[in-house]
C-alpha cells in the first residue's frame, strides 16, 4: 500500500494522459453504470469475484476523482456532448504549432493498483465469458440485460470496458508530457499551450493509438472519431 508521502510525491504513481474525447468518456463512464455499480450492488456475488470487483469499483472512483473539473464535468454531462469549460479551474486551450485547436490532453497521476485493479475485474469477466465461471457470467446477464436504455449485451459492455481500460493504460511520450499541465488537482493551469512541431507529432501519434483502441473494428466508427481530432 502506497504511503501519504509516497502519493504526495507520486511516487510508483504515473503520468497518464485523459482525453477530452466524448466517445472515450462514454466508455469509461460505462464502466461504472452499469457494470461495476450494478455488480457490487448485486448482494449475492460469490467469492472471489465479489472481493475482485469491489476492488475495482473503489479504483474506479480513485481514477474519476483525480479527473480535472472541467473533464469530471463534461463526463458528467448529458450524452457528453456539452463541450468542456475553458477556465480556470484547471483547464486549458491546447495548440498545434500553427496554432489549430486540438483536443486536450490531461496528464493525470494514476496509481498501478488501481489500473491492475481495473485488469483483474476485466480478467475476471473474460473468465465468465469463456464458460470458467458460469456463476458470475449468470449474474452479469441477470444484473445488465434489465436496465433499460442499455444498449448491447454484456459482451458489448465488457469489450468497451476493456477498450477504455487500454487507454487508461497507455504510458505517454515524455516530451509530450513535459508540454502538458501536470495534475491540474494540484496544479491548476489555464489559458494557451502551444505544442511544438515535435511534440505535436507526439501528441498525433498518441492520439492515433486512442482512436484505434476506442473504435477499431468498426469502419465507420473509426472514420467518425478521426475526424474529431484535428
Same mark, same amino acid.
Given at each position: 500500500?502506497?504511503?501519504?508521502?509516497?502519493?504526495?510525491?507520486?511516487?510508483?504513481?504515473?503520468?497518464?494522459?485523459?482525453?477530452?474525447?466524448?466517445?472515450?468518456?462514454?466508455?469509461?463512464?460505462?464502466m461504472? @453504470? /452499469? &457494470?461495476?455499480?450494478?455488480?457490487? *450492488?448485486?448482494?449475492? +456475488?460469490? =467469492?472471489?469475484?465479489?472481493?475482485?470487483?469491489?476492488?475495482?469499483y473503489?479504483?474506479?472512483?480513485?481514477?474519476?476523482?483525480?479527473?480535472?473539473?472541467?473533464l469530471?464535468?463534461?463526463?458528467?454531462?448529458?450524452?457528453?456532448?456539452?463541450p468542456?469549460?475553458?477556465?480556470?479551474?484547471?483547464?486549458?486551450?491546447?495548440?498545434?504549432?500553427?496554432?489549430?485547436?486540438l483536443?486536450?490532453?490531461?496528464?493525470?497521476?494514476?496509481?498501478?493498483?488501481?489500473?491492475?485493479?481495473?485488469?483483474a475485474?476485466?480478467?475476471?469477466?473474460?473468465?465468465?465469458?469463456?464458460g470458467?465461471?458460469?456463476?458470475?457470467?449468470?449474474?452479469?446477464?441477470?444484473?445488465? @440485460? /434489465? &436496465?433499460?436504455?442499455?444498449?448491447? *449485451?454484456?459482451?458489448? +459492455?465488457? =469489450?468497451?470496458?476493456?477498450r477504455?481500460?487500454?487507454?487508461?493504460?497507455?504510458?505517454?511520450?515524455?516530451?509530450?508530457?513535459?508540454?502538458?499541465?501536470?495534475?491540474?488537482?494540484?496544479r491548476?493551469?489555464?489559458?494557451?499551450?502551444?505544442?511544438?512541431?515535435?511534440?505535436?507529432?507526439?501528441?498525433?501519434?498518441?492520439?492515433?493509438?486512442?482512436?484505434?483502441?476506442?473504435?477499431?473494428?468498426?469502419?465507420w466508427?473509426?472514420?467518425?472519431?478521426?475526424?474529431?481530432?484535428?
Open positions: 500500500m502506497l504511503s501519504i508521502t509516497d502519493l504526495i510525491r507520486g511516487n510508483n504513481v504515473p503520468h497518464r494522459l485523459l482525453p477530452a474525447d466524448p466517445i472515450w468518456l462514454k466508455k469509461f463512464m460505462a461504472e @453504470e /452499469p &457494470l461495476l455499480y450494478s455488480l457490487y *450492488t448485486f448482494g449475492s +456475488l460469490p =467469492e472471489p469475484a465479489a472481493s475482485v470487483v469491489d476492488h475495482a473503489q479504483s474506479w472512483a480513485r481514477i474519476f476523482l483525480r479527473f480535472p473539473g472541467p469530471r464535468d463534461y463526463a458528467l454531462s448529458p450524452h457528453h456532448q456539452m468542456p469549460r475553458h477556465d480556470e479551474n484547471g483547464q486549458y486551450r491546447l495548440c498545434g504549432h500553427d496554432g489549430r485547436a483536443v486536450e490532453l490531461h496528464a493525470v497521476d494514476i496509481r498501478s493498483q488501481d489500473i491492475d485493479a481495473l485488469s475485474v476485466l480478467a475476471s469477466f473474460r473468465n465468465a465469458q469463456s470458467d465461471n458460469r456463476e458470475l457470467a449468470e449474474v452479469l446477464e441477470e444484473v445488465v @440485460e /434489465p &436496465l433499460p436504455g442499455v444498449m448491447g *449485451t454484456s459482451d458489448r +459492455l465488457i =469489450e468497451d470496458f476493456e477504455s481500460l487500454r487507454v487508461l493504460q497507455l504510458e505517454p511520450d515524455g516530451l509530450l508530457l513535459k508540454a502538458l499541465p501536470v495534475d491540474p488537482t494540484t491548476p493551469a489555464s489559458g494557451d499551450i502551444s505544442l511544438d512541431p515535435a511534440q505535436e507529432r507526439a501528441y498525433h501519434a498518441h492520439c492515433l493509438e486512442i482512436i484505434e483502441i476506442v473504435s477499431a473494428g468498426d469502419p466508427a473509426l472514420s467518425t472519431h478521426r475526424r474529431m481530432y484535428p
